[in-house]
């Protein structure tokens, strides 16, 4: 992070920054939009910084354990809540848009490469 001035890291939608004055043009990484694909509004926030939040990685670990049969397990034997719930049902959700959209051809609207 040293390398990059805080500027740019507000001009990348970065989540541990305050926000870009006015003037800069925030642009996060985008999504692939296709027919099949990214449907969603655009992110103001990069990425990188969401994905880190622990609420974000309690529900990536939790997708796993449920997964396998095992989410008592993961939360100590106790009564799994509804926002956990509805984390891995949403993760669960996303997972399953991204491989269908990973093996529908490009002309298609997906991102699989004929050549692939």
């Not at 805080?6 to 692939?32: F, L, M």
């Not at 926002?83 to 959700?93: E, G, S």
Request: hydrophobic share 35%; net charge neutral.
């Amino acid at each position: 992070m040293q390398a990059t001035t805080q500027i740019n890291r507000q001009g990348r939608g970065c989540g541990y920054e305050p926000d870009a004055p006015p003037e800069v043009r925030v642009t996060p990484w985008q999504p692939p939009l296709s027919k099949l694909g990214y449907r969603h509004e655009r992110p103001k926030i990069c990425a990188g910084y969401t994905t880190r939040l622990p609420e974000v990685q309690e529900a990536a670990r939790a997708h796993g354990w449920a997964e396998r049969g095992e989410l008592s397990v993961f939360i100590g034997g106790e009564k799994a809540n509804e926002n956990l719930l509805a984390y891995i049902d949403i993760l669960d959700v996303e997972v399953k848009a991204l491989k269908i959209w990973s093996l529908t051809p490009i002309e298609q609207g997906g991102g699989r490469d004929a050549k692939g």
